[in-house]
């Protein structure tokens, strides 16, 4: 057989779109998107303190914002915010903090102005740049653009050196290349410049461990770097984050995490994810979700409720064949999972509400909802209404989604199981 890699994910895409069924077990893996290396886990016997300008965390109030762009959004932001600055669960909201008065939405809600960054539930869509109509491989549906303007706040993709170049491939490059890494931050960096009072996150999964500094010059040449936001200390405890507020006045409205090998040392502006956020289960097959910290590894309770978290909330089936393994998005059971229901055992919002509730040893909302399919649901747009209900907002049902998108969009599922079904023909011949 010439072409495993292309004979699996056919089979995925028709099975991933199909009942389930019973899969062949076979013995060499592909590797899952969320790769484990438990030797590459940073940790820090003690803050580091930074002195640098640049990593300042406070503005001075008399800052004002100058658009980098032309912009046709004349509702100046206010350069003084009120409200006392002092941290409450996002279970809480702001209930204990004076009301706002900012006319300006932080990141689409007035009310987000003056809470700290760890302060909030953001939407994350997991594999953000994976965007290709009837593919298996595939865990969007719309691009960057159309997912920032939908709510989506943090993006999350994973990056591998193919040819020389980083690229965002899922698990290999021959399943599926969604272009360079420069390619993709130009188009954040786009965006960025047009809406000046959002505050996004950026994840970096590093598939194949390469040096940090091999990402500096995608980042300089898309633009992105003005942005980047360098913290004061490391590693950032929870209570150590800026307002919202403070990173729009200062205009570094973007923090670059990535997952292995970064060093804050020789590259200040990528920080390390898991020494400053924590992982619940990944890839994860059953419904279940349960909200346990997994990685990084023997992190305590103590050091756990000290810093961010993420809820890995994406549903996958595995696929085996002709001795091969995929992780491929459950999209059968898509709408229940990405549901706001707290009803439900695998609803979105039941996921919060079990990490929230009087039960959990968090007792707080996770940071981040890492979604597949942000746009399904029972309804479109429940993935945003749990993040809103988390921060105790009022989520406004706007016209989410895809309105704006340069991607394909959806295609009916039938069509989609017919050229998956014509392709793996096209395999088995070849």
């Keep these: 057989m010439r072409y495993p890699s292309l004979l699996l994910l056919c089979a995925a895409s028709v099975l991933a779109q199909s009942e389930p069924t019973t899969l062949l077990q076979g013995s060499r893996t592909i590797t899952s998107d969320r790769i484990t290396a438990s030797e590459s886990y940073q ?32 509702d100046p932001f206010p350069t003084r915010l009120t409200g006392t600055n002092v941290r409450n669960d996002t ?15 932080c990141n689409g809600y007035v009310e987000y102005c003056d809470r700290s960054y760890s302060n909030i539930t953001y939407v994350a869509a997991h594999n953000s740049p994976f965007v ?11 691009d960057i653009f159309s997912q920032l303007n939908d709510g989506i706040r943090m993006l999350q993709g994973q990056t591998h050196m193919y040819n020389g170049e980083l690229r965002y491939c899922h698990t290999s490059c021959d399943l599926l290349n969604a272009g360079t890494v420069e390619e993709y931050l130009t188009n954040a960096t786009k965006w960025l410049d047009k809406n000046l009072y959002d505050v996004i996150t950026i994840l970096i999964g590093n598939s194949d461990f390469v040096n940090v500094t091999d990402y500096v010059q995608p980042i300089i040449n898309s633009g992105i770097e003005k942005y980047l936001y360098e913290p004061p200390k490391i590693p950032m405890g929870l209570d150590d984050w800026p307002t919202i507020g403070n990173l729009i006045l200062s205009q570094k409205r973007v923090i670059l995490f990535m997952d292995y090998m970064a060093n804050q ?28 910290q997994q990685r990084p590894p023997d992190l305590s309770d103590k050091d756990a409720k000290g810093r961010m978290y993420m809820a890995n909330h994406n549903l ?47 007792n707080r909302p996770p940071n981040f909802l890492l979604v597949d399919y942000y746009n399904r649901g029972t309804l479109n747009g429940t993935v945003f209404a749990a993040a809103a209900e988390a921060n105790n907002v009022t989520y406004r049902n706007q016209s989410c989604c895809g309105q704006n998108t340069n991607a394909a969009g959806k295609v009916a599922p039938g069509a989609g199981l017919a050229l998956a079904t014509v392709l793996c023909a096209a395999a088995l011949i070849i």
């Design 132 to 142: 290709q109509v009837n593919s298996a491989a595939a865990n969007q549906d719309f």
């Design 91 to 105: 279970a809480t909201g702001t209930a204990t903090s004076a009301a706002p008065t900012n006319i300006r939405p």
């Design 265 to 292: 040392t020789q590259v200040p502006y990528m920080l390390d994810e898991f020494s400053q956020l924590w992982e619940t289960p990944f890839s994860p097959t059953s419904p279940e979700f349960p909200c346990t």
């Design 43 to 74: 940790s820090y016997a003690s803050t580091q303190t930074i002195s640098s300008s640049a990593s300042s965390s406070s503005v001075n109030s008399s800052m004002s914002i100058i658009p980098a762009v032309n912009t046709t959004d004349t």
């Design 316 to 362: 996958n089936v595995n696929v085996s064949l002709a001795g091969l393994s995929l992780l491929v998005p459950n999209t059968i059971e898509i709408d229940a999972t990405n549901s706001n229901d707290t009803n439900s055992a695998q609803a979105l919002g039941t996921n919060v509400d079990n990490c929230t509730g009087e039960y959990s040893k968090w």
